[in-house]
């Protein structure tokens, strides 16, 4: 359930009451994006666990069940959390959502480090514009509010509320949570005093309810908060409104949590009418429900408001039953502004009974614990006090201490004078030394380093050569093979056509086996065109580096080799020139893992971020010692890394005998 503010409240009750509502709420956002049957969300999820071959997806799964268990077995959470980051190591998605769940984890056990790794969370997965990012930040930034409201940072908690949790909220589309969010930035105003504020925010719940869910209670809360700020505004028409919608949507789907809230606050609305009666009516019906629920704080409040009803209408001997209650309530008399408020109350009572001398004795309970609180303040402040005298006597004291010393300073500036004239002369000499001895040694660094310089430069004009090389080998390389796919595309290939024609015309007449050569040249035309768009892809050039890069993993994928491809932002605006490097490099890669590494899945994911385009390739095949790239690279892996060089990017081979490999690149791609 979540708790419902009341009209007095003192500064610890009011941070309880916030909290209290943060949590509820944090663990209503979980559940609603999870099945409503946890052991089959559990058995669903540890299923794919153990079948999936997949490590991105093992990976989540695990991640999953880490939140699963977050709210039930510490230990197995944080060994599901252990397991999923085993499943990967270099990959900047899943590892956003690995902090993301170490959040979810240590929430309410390590304060700093969920911090910390909101900060490492967020800074990853800021470059992905997805509604699953989305769902991820609002989740987590929602727990750093819950870490401020901790720490009693009211301020912080809204605003981190307002403008991270909500603005992710509404990019992932989910309408429901953005409710949950409304309402909760509304209690929190509520509780500062901000009526009018959290008015606007319970009326844009309200606004919502076309597409919010009946079966949840996001706008029926919404009502309840609505029409208790209304009546702290003396609004009681609007209030009623309120109310009566509220219990239109009870009747549909009754709650005791939800029905102690509204009782609540009719009662208070009848309070407020002079429908006395009434109120109390509502009182019992709230207490009531509270019991069921067994919620301490909620049934306290009622009674609280349910004494004021009946002293305020002179019904004091069911009031003194009341306020009994409230002193029996260990956990009600623990607070101190609760405790010094029931002993003035049953003072009062007791003095409409005509109990002078019990309020007398209650009074003087009353009196001594405010002046004991008092005392202590007094107290605080005499310390307070002694503190800044202690500093005013130390100042004094330092005063007095700097004249003697300027007095003695005075008196053996005479002495020192003939000191200071010696002692400079022979600075001046040590100084001149110096002087010659660190320009020698800076004279000896200057050649040094311009030693070092020139070779630098040396080193680049060579570095700056061999890309030149590169660069035209790769551009002769490329204009080959475009020359040689034309040539056999429109020269070789029209021939053999021809041939087809020819061979048809005289089937019927001439030859016995023509239907067999007619095959075969089929067969050859077909290889031939396969050659050709091998050799110059005619997709990379129409319709683009996304396009082309999908089709090859088409045409490389097998009954035997199942290949998975994903986009995330890759723009249209590379250049072609660098649109070809990338389609080359990936096709050798792909051919490489197929060829040599027999895989049964492989996972191509590209990506880009500006002027940087990430390519990771990853399979489940046989693996192989990556030193032996170092002794025997082949032609493959030294074209792969001719052309990442020459786009300026960085390469990353991961790979263990028998565990597959991964590949990570990194490439320039200015636009």
Known sequence: ??????????????????????????????????????????????????TNKNDSVKARAAFHLAHYWSLKDFKKAESYLVLGRSYFKNNRFLLGIYYSSVIDVYLDHDPVKTRKALQKADSLLSIYHTRDVYNVLAKSWYSE??????????????????????????????KESLAMFYSQVGILLMNAGQLDNAQEYF?????MKASLSPKRNTLLR????????????????????????????????????????????AGSYFEKTGQYETALLHCEKGIAYAKEIQDTYLENSLLRNQFEILFKTKQYEPAEKIIHQLVNSTEY?????????????????????????????????????????????????????EAKFKNSEKEKTIMQLQADKKQEELKSKNQRLTSWILGITGIALLIGLFFLVYSYKSAKKLSAQKEINHQQRLN???????????????????????????????????????????????????????????????????????????????????????????????????????????????????PDATQMHIYRIVQELLSNAIRHGSP????????????????????????????????????????IKNRVEYLKGNMDIVSTQGEGTTVNIELNVTV
């Not at 509010?145 to 989910?174: F, H, M, S």
């Not at 009546?231 to 239109?248: G, H, S, T, W």
């Open 203 to 207: 009326s844009k719940v309200i606004r």
């Open 460 to 574: 680049e004009i060579e570095q700056q050569h061999h890309l030149k090389l590169v660069q035209e080998m790769l551009d002769a390389e490329e204009r080959e093979r475009q020359r040689i796919g034309r040539d056999l595309h429109d020269g070789l290939g029209g021939m053999l056509a021809g041939i087809k024609m020819n061979l048809t015309q005289q089937q019927k007449t001439e030859y016995h086996n023509l239907n067999t050569v007619i095959s075969r040249l089929d067969e050859s035309v077909v290889e031939l065109r396969r050659i050709a768009r091998n050799m110059m892809p005619e997709s990379l050039l129409k319709i683009g580096l996304e396009t082309s890069l999908r089709d090859l993993c088409e045409l490389l994928e097998s009954e035997e080799t199942s290949i998975i491809f994903q986009a995330i932002d890759v723009g249209k605006n590379i």
């Open 333 to 385: 008399m623990a607070n101190i502004d609760s405790r010094k408020e029931v002993y003035d109350q049953m003072a009062r009572i007791s003095h409409a009974l005509g109990k002078n001398k019990e309020a007398y004795e209650w009074q003087k309970k009353y009196s001594t614990f405010s002046d004991s609180l008092y005392q202590a303040q007094l107290d605080r402040d005499i310390v307070a006090i």
């Open 1 to 50: 359930m979540i708790f419902n503010p009341i009209k007095k409240t003192s500064g610890f009750q009011v941070r309880i009451i916030s909290l209290l509502c943060m949590v509820i709420f944090a663990v209503n956002l979980f559940k609603a994006q999870e099945f409503f049957d946890q052991k089959a969300l559990h058995d669903s999820l540890y299923t794919i666990l153990k």
């Open 600 to 639: 049964s899945n492989i996972m191509l994911q590209c990506s880009q971020n500006q002027d940087v385009f990430y390519i990771t390739v990853e399979d489940d095949g046989k693996g192989f010692d990556v030193s032996i790239l170092d002794k025997s690279p082949g032609i493959g892996f030294t074209n």
């Open 222 to 265: 919404a009502y309840i908060y609505s029409a208790d700020v209304f009546v702290m505004n003396n609004k009681l028409p609007q209030a009623k409104i309120r109310l009566d919608e509220a219990i239109k949507i009870l009747i549909k789907n009754p709650n005791p949590a939800d029905y102690a809230d509204y009782h609540k606050a």
């Open 145 to 174: 509010a819950i870490n401020a409201q901790n720490a009693n940072d009211e301020k912080r908690a809204l605003d981190i509320i307002v403008n991270k949790v909500i603005p992710y909220t509404k990019k992932n589309g989910k």
